[in-house]
């Protein structure tokens, strides 16, 4: 096998896949970032900003400019949980009625994705993927650690 050659494949895929999310969310007259904000408030049991950051990979100055831009604009509420430091963020009723339908043809659009693949070949790569990001992120932390770089933040 040419390793060289099928992992520019992936790479090029996991950047195509990326950049059809943006489609996505243009065609749904969101922003990525919204998008993606959006998505860890109707996924997350309790969202918060820290949870939505590391889940999805924004940063946290992007994930935090997209909640101030939802509330602005009337669509979130909070609340703390058992850590007082954190802000469950909710969306309020108006939330609900302008986001949640978007959100909904952005999840059914991924179900009928979905749909293209068998049970079996869907949980393969889902298990694949996150086998694949597990062992990214812990080379990533060895090369951090042997000085190969700058740190994440």
Sequence with gaps: MNYEEELKKITVNLCKINALYVELAKISNMTYSEMIVCY?????????????????ALPKQTVNK??????????????????????II??????????????????NFEIDLIKNMNEDEFLDYS?????YADAFE?????LENSGGGRKRR
């Design 40 to 56: 860890g408030l109707c996924r997350l049991e309790k969202p918060t900003q820290k949870l939505i950051s590391k889940n999805w």
């Design 66 to 87: 997209t909640v101030k831009d939802l509330e602005k604009l009337g669509y979130v509420e909070f609340s703390f949980g058992d850590n007082k430091k954190e802000k």
């Design 90 to 107: 909710n969306l309020n009723e108006e939330g609900k009625k302008v986001i949640l339908p978007k959100m909904e043809k952005i999840f």
């Design 127 to 131: 298990h694949i993927v996150a086998k």
């Design 138 to 142: 812990q080379s990533i932390k060895k």
